[in-house]
């Protein structure tokens, strides 16, 4: 292992190793560092699942959408494994529900991404798991569907390594600099230098980035990923229950069954409580599981069960549930991306554009909206809306 290398990756979750991936794959010499072992459920990107969606509120996130499914493509192709499953998915909830479905609608029909809406009565034909009244309406777009997480983290990293990216895990960084164009990263009791540095640190991105002077109003969030186990699955099968997001607040979100046998994957979105990354515990959150279990029992009764698994996870919020993906002003070799709670859908093509910025100096993806000095990001006590 040499000390050279055109770019270092801070952290290898899911966009830190899609960031490996993408600039192995284009021939950079790549060293991948992660303070904990490759695949830890410390932070982010774990666990079997995450929904992917054409459906967002606004054109851009439509469009980076459409490039995530093209981005995964390509990495099925290389590694020979499926990752995408496309099962159909909802965004249901309240007619005036604080997430309206007309602007996702809009954003889609713009797109010219096909959809339907649906009345409650069509949703309770198509999906008789949902006891829904006439209060309730969904968006039904057929490409959602799940990418399988962990399997594809993995895949990332195992190819990036075949191209010949060097992956440290269990390494901490305990020193950067940054100067005349160059970094150098000290980690693991050695000094690296790169032409470039991609900070995909997730919930630690705060701590990274103020070694360059650089604080954003950042806040890291306990969430829980929960498992049920019904007393009867067969309404919720892989391919015939899609993936479903309810566009109220609290927002909820579920599966049907991937991952673990006999149990369906259902919680809340960013509902958990603010934490230190170091310090934060990994015991479920009560009140969460009773939100979970409330909206469960109303809506989707013969999902109630047992809780067979839970885990915990991060988010990193940035305040206007943006993401961040650009390079720092100042030092524009340093390479920033933060997924804001909602990333893993686009892991591979952030990782991609991280790659873009790298080696190209720019992307043609839109991105515009993602920068790191955008307004929001510069007040000390900026609002919060953290629905997506």
């Not at 990274?208 to 699955?233: C, H, I, N, S, W």
């Not at 015991?283 to 109630?304: C, H, M, N």
Request: proline share 6%.
């Amino acid at each position: 292992m040499n000390d050279e290398y055109d770019a270092i990756v801070l952290g290898l979750g899911g966009i830190g190793s899609g960031a490996a991936f993408w600039l192995a794959e284009r021939g950079a010499r790549v060293l991948g560092i992660e303070q904990f072992e490759l695949g830890h459920a410390r932070g982010e990107s774990h666990d079997h699942s995450r929904i992917i969606r054409l459906s967002y509120v606004a054109p851009n996130y439509v469009q980076l959408a459409k490039e995530a499914y093209d981005a995964w493509s390509a990495v099925e192709a290389d590694s020979g494994e499926r990752l995408v499953f496309r099962t159909g998915g909802f965004d249901i909830g309240p007619r005036d529900g604080a997430i309206p479905i007309q602007g996702y609608a809009d954003a889609l029909s713009a797109a010219g991404v096909p959809y339907e809406i649906l009345d409650a009565a069509e949703i309770r034909r198509r999906v008789p798991a949902w006891q829904v009244d006439d209060s309730i309406h969904a968006l039904f777009q057929a490409d959602g569907g799940i990418v399988a997480a962990e399997r594809a983290t993995a895949a990332h990293q195992r190819i990036a390594r075949s191209r010949g990216a060097v992956l440290l895990e269990k390494t901490p960084v305990t020193a950067i600099e940054a100067s005349n164009g160059a970094v150098n990263v000290e980690a693991g009791g050695r000094r690296y230098h790169a032409r470039h540095l991609i900070v995909a640190a997730g919930p630690w991105s705060g701590p990274v980035l103020q070694r360059f002077g650089v604080r954003l109003p950042l806040e890291v969030t306990k969430e829980q990923a929960m498992y049920f186990a019904p007393a009867d699955t067969t309404a919720f099968a892989f391919r015939e229950f899609p993936v479903w997001i309810w566009m109220d607040d609290p927002s909820f979100y579920g599966f049907p069954v991937f991952g673990e046998s006999g149990a369906i994957k259902i919680t809340q979105d960013a509902g958990g409580r603010a934490v230190d990354p170091d310090t934060r515990g990994f015991d479920p959150d009560p009140a969460i599981t009773q939100r979970v279990r409330g909206f469960i029992a109303k809506y989707l009764p013969s999902a109630l069960g047992p809780e067979r698994v839970v885990k915990t996870c991060l988010y990193t919020l940035t305040p206007d549930r943006d993401f961040v993906i650009d390079s720092l002003p100042e030092h524009p070799n340093v390479h920033v991306a933060i997924g804001a709670g909602h990333a893993f859908k686009f892991a591979s093509v952030i990782g991609r554009i991280l790659s873009d910025l790298a080696l190209d100096g720019s992307t043609e993806s839109p991105i515009d909206a993602f920068t790191i000095d955008r307004h929001i990001l510069q007040m000390e006590a900026p609002p919060k809306t953290y629905m997506v």
